[in-house]
């Protein structure tokens, strides 16, 4: 089993706040975690979707009153949305008797909908901490295409063959299909959707364009944006926004589009080997996909993520804004050559970026002049891990 950098992070905020809600999908590693937690200090998990463990909560306070000085992990918390209220009421009756921190874990497979439940009745009471797919440090350098290639759920990066990991990226694919979503709500035809989720995944890293996806789908232009919604939602599709601050110039407006986990999308494509990946069109976007969603998770908490692009050419991959307010910009390719395009300088200038780097397929850092730094992906995580 993988020590998770999340593990700390949460341990960390459990040390500071009344209550810690982690998000991520499903399967992802967020039990596991929650229980790793819960070997070391007093606690009790509950899993709302369970008949019996939601039957313990019937009178929520009465359970909740003989809980005081444990940690109480409540899984799938979404299941039970009228639960907030009443952990406002324990959170602040804790508090008033000296328990101001590390009393409620939360794990949650669908952001929007526990952001909008917790919104109200825990603000200034809880923290969001969102548990990506392992990731590079998790594995180390030496497993970086075995990640790319399977992505970073643990059942399919652990499989005994690339064969058994699609087998489980597809059960993956299809348990969400049929089961995950519905449950949701949504009336939403499983092969529709696998169908918009793969149209995604041939279009990995494009400007998103819902005219034509309504098109192939034969569907309206605002019911594509619900599908997109739902995907985001559950943390499965990443929607890139673009550089927004006026510089002066014709920017692209349109977001672009990654499936998150860069073992799914290969699932969605029928990519099952190294070598069929590396003949396919998508190459380059799923690299880019990877590479970014490595990095986002390893910035500081609360940096803004941005691509840039004007009409002119001038393009960024991937814009991090920190928390103090430093600019880094960030050029993705999947290349042993350091090199950029002149569509790089310009956009630099544009945005006055801080921090200039080139995350390219090589083996150690070179400095390329004018501030740009050509590294690889690990040297690139390290820096960034550097600021937090």
Not at 200 to 220: K, P, R, T, Y
């Amino acid at each position: 089993m993988y020590q998770r950098q999340t593990t700390q992070t949460v341990q960390s905020a459990l040390e500071v706040q009344a209550a810690v809600v982690l998000l991520g999908p499903r399967q992802v590693g967020k039990t596991t975690l929650a229980l790793e937690i819960a070997e070391q200090r007093p606690s009790v998990y509950l899993d709302l979707e369970r008949d019996a463990d939601r039957q313990v909560l019937t009178e929520p306070d009465l359970y909740l009153d003989e809980q005081v000085g444990k940690l109480v992990i409540l899984d799938e918390v979404q299941q039970m949305p009228d639960l907030f209220k009443n952990l406002r009421g324990q959170i602040d009756m804790r508090r008033r008797k000296g328990a101001r921190t590390g009393q409620f874990l939360l794990l949650g497979s669908a952001s929007n909908v526990l952001l909008h439940q917790s919104a109200e009745s825990l603000a200034g009471r809880v923290r969001y901490i969102e548990m990506p797919p392992l990731l590079l440090d998790d594995v180390g350098e030496d497993r970086l295409n075995d990640l790319w290639l399977r992505g970073g759920f643990p059942d399919s990066f652990q499989a005994d063959s690339d064969r058994s990991s699609m087998n489980w990226r597809e059960d993956f694919l299809r348990t969400y299909l049929e089961r995950d979503i519905p449950a949701l709500g949504p009336r939403i035809p499983a092969t529709t959707l696998r169908r918009f989720w793969t149209m995604l995944a041939h279009a990995q890293g494009g400007l998103l364009n819902a005219a034509a996806l309504a098109e192939g789908l034969g569907v309206s232009g605002q019911t594509v944006g619900r599908y997109l919604d739902l995907l985001v939602d559950l943390m499965l599709v990443r929607r890139l926004q673009p550089w927004h601050e006026n510089v002066g110039k014709r920017l692209v407006k349109s977001p672009k589009v990654y499936v998150r986990d860069s073992g799914l999308l290969h699932a969605l494509l029928g990519l099952g080997t190294l070598e069929s990946l590396l003949g396919h069109p998508v190459v380059g976007g799923s690299w880019e996909g990877f590479c970014l969603e490595t990095l986002i998770a390893a910035a500081p908490a609360d940096t803004e993520t941005f691509f840039y692009r004007t009409s002119a050419g001038a393009e960024l991959d991937l814009v991090l804004r920190l928390r103090g307010g430093e600019t880094w910009a960030i050029e993705i390719k999947r290349t042993t050559a350091p090199k950029v395009s002149r569509g790089f300088h310009l956009a630099i200038a544009d945005i006055k970026a801080d921090q200039r780097i080139l995350v390219f397929a090589g083996d150690r850092e070179v400095p390329l002049g004018d501030g740009l730094r050509a590294m690889p992906l690990d040297v690139a995580v390290e820096h960034l891990r550097q600021q937090t």
